[in-house]
């Protein structure tokens, strides 16, 4: 197996969106910080409700999809096709926006943490204008497996390979492939796992410190940072200090041009004009 190494150290930059939510950003910061077919990755947490109490109030989406991880917290996801969806400590939303959708997100609770992840995956061109749509994955439905060295992995999308055992996430058969691991490691816990040689790769840490690449060669990657992979078929994390929470994210790239205007994600200049001039004459999601 060829060990990936950590090629790139990006610290997560303090923004807002939203009404004014307060968050953290990664992948995404600019249109150089992306990772193909990763488009953004926003950490939100914070105990002040002061920080997320107002909300994403609704706004329009074309061309890729976002995944909502609620670590702590309730949001509540209301949409232009009349679907609800509760987000509880836990749970995950895998939004396709597809051709169009308009939807907002709205806190649930009046104060205490509200905790979690927003990543945006790109759609291949030939998928970005498919019908809108989503799924409601319950914490209940995640699977979670107790690592041999000490700690856990949940396994959002894709596939975790322990030994002879394979542990599937509830995401699968998306043309990008993605993996989605939540992996806790206790101190001085190491996870090692494969990924597709293919694959673009990365993680970000949440929690403690950890140092990615094979042992003796290993590189830090500190918290609120995402760290982007090199080429490799396997990955080695090790936790230092009092243990480590991290998330690694890999999906197979699209290689396709990537023109981004705010909310709407296609692949010519021509289609983000059609997108704007789609949403002010109401037919975004027609």
């Known amino acids: 197996m060829t060990p990936r190494t950590l090629q790139q150290v990006m610290p997560a930059m303090e923004t807002s969106d939203g009404a004014g939510v307060k968050l953290r950003r990664s992948i995404g910061q600019s249109p150089q910080a992306r990772l193909d077919p990763f488009l953004m990755l926003d950490e ?20 890729f999809e976002t995944v909502t991880y609620m670590l702590d917290g309730h949001m509540l996801h209301e949409d232009h096709l009349g679907n609800r969806g509760d987000l509880k400590s836990g749970d995950v939303q895998w939004m396709t926006a597809g051709r169009g959708i308009i939807h907002s997100e709205m806190p649930q609770q009046l104060e205490g943490r509200m905790r979690g992840f ?9 998928e970005k204008m498919k019908p809108a749509g989503y799924r409601d994955i319950p914490a209940a439905s995640i699977p979670e497996t107790v690592l041999s060295g000490g700690g856990s992995a949940k396994v959002i999308a894709g596939t975790l390979r322990l030994g002879e055992r394979d542990i599937a996430g509830p995401m699968q058969g998306l043309s990008t492939e993605p993996v989605y691991f939540d992996v806790r490691l206790e101190a001085g816990g190491v996870f090692e796992q494969s990924l597709p040689a293919g694959h673009n790769a990365f993680l970000y840490v949440y929690e403690g410190d950890a140092a990615v ?29 009092e243990g480590a929470r991290f998330i690694l994210l890999a999906a197979k790239p699209l290689r396709e041009p990537v023109v981004q205007y705010g909310p709407f994600v296609m692949n010519t200049r021509e289609e983000i004009e059609q997108a704007v001039r789609d949403y002010q004459a109401s037919r975004l999601t027609a």
Do not use: C, K
Request: no cysteine; hydrophobic share 40%.
């Open 44 to 63: 939100f947490g914070t105990d002040n409700p002061q920080d997320y109490i107002s909300g994403f109030p609704a706004h329009p989406h074309r061309g």
């Open 213 to 241: 690449g094979p042992a003796g060669a290993a590189r830090a990657l500190p918290r609120r940072s995402a760290g982007i992979l090199s080429a490799g078929d396997s990955v080695r994390v090790a936790a230092a200090g």
């Open 118 to 126: 927003q990543l945006w995956i790109n759609l291949p061109a030939r």
